[in-house]
T-cell receptor, first 116, second 113 residues
Framework: DAGVIQSPRHEVTEMGQEVTLRCKPI?????LFWYRQTMMRGLELLIY????????DSGMPEDRFSAKMPNASFSTLKIQPSEPRDSAVYFC??????????????FGPGTRLTVL | GENVEQHPSTLSVQEGDSAVIKCTYS??????FPWYKQELGKRPQLIID?????GEKKDQRIAVTLNKTAKHFSLHITETQPEDSAVYFC????????????FGKGTLLTVNP
């Protein structure tokens, strides 16, 4: 199994541009998570999908951020317009079920986003 | 909500020594405590976890202890090796959530040869 796949691995863009991050969860996993990692705030959950349906988006910082999961094998996180304070590493993670107590969250390699 | 404090933020040890990283949590109903290792530029990977019905768990050179009364848990690495150098994150799963892990800020462990 290739694990969780994310693309691109690095993204450098200018303020105001649209950024789309992509994730392919592990096959057979029903739960997908988007996290953001910064030095100041550490790892924060942005949004959680279960069976392709967004269940909890309380961590999405503002309306500039949106996420979709059109099918079980693909999800996107979009930032429009991007701002320098969005610079961070964005991780996608997936798990077999929603129950983290019993089913580990497996992280992808992350996308390092730099907004100039 | 849950709050997880992790100490120290950096830790430097000599190869072969032991390393201990401590975390405290605020929600007494938290029931699951994983530890992730993140090497430079890599993804966080689960290395060990413990559930609230267990006080200690060991896997080769790593162990985790949990004190529910004091609301703290610790990662112990014995006979450290240079490849143990990484950032280690603790996390807690609040009792009222199935999935929303709260992470500590991380500890940068450096093992000097």
């Amino acid at each position: 199994d290739a694990g969780v796949i994310q693309s691109p691995r690095h993204e450098v863009t200018e303020m105001g541009q649209e950024v789309t991050l992509r994730c392919k969860p592990i096959s057979g996993h029903n739960s997908l998570f988007w996290y953001r990692q910064t030095m100041m705030r550490g790892l924060e959950l942005l949004i959680y999908f279960n069976n392709n349906v967004p269940i909890d988006d309380s961590g999405m910082p503002e309306d500039r951020f949106s996420a979709k999961m059109p099918n079980a094998s693909f999800s996107t996180l979009k930032i429009q317009p991007s701002e320098p304070r969005d610079s961070a590493v964005y991780f996608c993670a997936s798990s077999r079920t929603v129950r983290t107590y019993t089913d580990t969250q497996y992280f992808g390699p992350g996308t390092r986003l730099t907004v100039l | 909500g849950e709050n997880v404090e992790q100490h120290p933020s950096t830790l430097s040890v000599q190869e072969g020594d032991s390393a201990v990283i401590k975390c405290t949590y605020s929600d007494s109903a938290s029931n699951y405590f994983p530890w992730y290792k993140q090497e430079l530029g890599k993804r966080p990977q689960l290395i060990i976890d413990i559930r609230s019905n267990v006080g200690e768990k060991k896997d080769q050179r790593i162990a985790v202890t949990l004190n529910k009364t004091a609301k703290h848990f610790s990662l112990h690495i014995t006979e450290t090796q240079p490849e143990d150098s990484a950032v280690y994150f603790c996390a807690a799963l609040p009792g009222g959530s199935n999935y929303k892990l709260t992470f500590g800020k991380g500890t940068l462990l450096t093992v000097n040869p």
